[in-house]
Structures are given as structure tokens and as C-alpha cells.
């Protein structure tokens, strides 16, 4: 997994922890980002995208076993 291609540059990535206003004004912020031509997208998550965890519950692809619960 380490040496997937992720799809980004990792070192061309910029995180903002959004609390507060902050959150609840994401659309905003996003948009204003977006204006700025150097900036090439913007997405949320509830954690940093280079954190690699442990929960792969739910889970699915093509051809997985029904019965099978990860």
C-alpha cells in the first residue's frame, strides 16, 4: 500500500483542520479556494488523506462474497 500510486502528489498537498465557522462555511471556503488558479481541487474528509488506518469495515468490490463481512 505504500507504494500505490495515490492518485495526488502528497507533496503538493495542503490539509486545513476545519472546526468551528470554519466547518460549517466549507462551501464557501472551497469556492474562494477554487478561484485561485494555482489550486487544481478541494475535498473534505474527517481525517488527514495521508493517514493510513486500520478500518476497512463495509467494505465492497466486484465479486465479493456475500458472506463475507470485511
Do not use: C
Not at 468551528?20 to 475535498?43: D, H, I, P, W
Amino acid at each position: 500500500m505504500r507504494k500505490q500510486e495515490l492518485g495526488y502528489d502528497k507533496e503538493q498537498l495542503i490539509y486545513l483542520p476545519l472546526r468551528g465557522e470554519t466547518f460549517s462555511s466549507y462551501a464557501t471556503l472551497k469556492e474562494q479556494l477554487l478561484r485561485n488558479r494555482r489550486v487544481m481541487n478541494v475535498t473534505a474528509t474527517h481525517q488527514e488523506p495521508t493517514s493510513i488506518g486500520s478500518n476497512g469495515g463495509g467494505a465492497i468490490w466486484d465479486g465479493k462474497d456475500p458472506a463475507r463481512i470485511t
